[in-house]
């Protein structure tokens, strides 16, 4: 992989991002910057220290049942139901407890939850985390498919969003364009690096980096 730096949160700055510049593809744009959150996702202490974050923008009058863990995010979801918890969120589960759950994938990349994991989604309040969100079209299919199961949708998380909302729902997210000026996002079919003859260094998905 190539160099990374790393970027301190303007809102806490020992929760950093690590940034890697270039010309990468994912599966619905080219982007400028690749954004390795693999030890935030990982690592403990920065697990908590993200989460802790992104629970400031919940307040206790939203209703949280599930935390829906999209891309690897389970560790970050377990420490922001404990703060959300002890900041009093309310649940409205017969336990008085936040559910911390992943999701199946079809090939369509549809989620599904089997039988015996939809007493954690259906007609339950859910919050969506994810690691980043560019054209915000994987949450919005995720967010498709909780509705088929009757969930409410209360809230979005990311690490990183472009997007400011989605679906009508604004995101929560630790980090923003604003915090990463290099960052770019294009259509794969309107990339001027593309166009100026530059060669994509790497593949980019939800399991990571893959040099070219």
């Known amino acids: 992989m190539k160099p990374y730096v790393k970027i301190a949160s303007k809102k806490d700055p020992n929760v950093t991002l690590k940034v890697i510049q270039g010309h990468f593809a994912t599966p619905h744009s080219h982007v400028t910057c690749y954004f390795d959150v693999t030890t935030m996702k990982t690592r403990i202490s920065e697990a908590q220290g993200v989460a802790e974050m992104l629970s400031l ?3 206790s009058s939203t209703p949280v049942d599930t935390i829906v863990c999209l891309n690897g995010t389970e560790v970050i979801g377990t420490f922001l139901a404990q703060s959300l918890t002890r900041t009093g969120v309310i649940s409205y589960n017969a336990h008085k407890t936040i559910y911390v759950v992943t999701p199946e994938y079809t090939a369509y990349d549809q989620i599904i939850f089997r039988d015996n994991m939809q007493m954690a989604i259906r007609r339950k309040h859910v ?16 967010i498709e498919c909780l509705k088929y199961y009757q969930a409410e949708i209360t809230g979005v998380s990311a690490i990183f969003s472009v997007a400011k909302n989605v679906a009508g ?6 980090f923003t364009p604003s915090d990463v000026p290099e960052y ?23 399991y990571g980096y893959s040099e070219l």
């Open 57 to 59: 923008r919940y307040s």
């Open 127 to 142: 919050l969506i985390l994810t690691d980043s969100i560019t054209t915000g079209i994987a949450v919005s299919t995720a």
């Open 169 to 174: 729902l604004d995101i929560n997210s630790a």
């Open 184 to 206: 770019a996002s294009y259509k794969h079919t309107n990339c001027p690096l593309c166009k100026n003859g530059t060669p994509l260094d790497a593949l980019i998905n939800n």
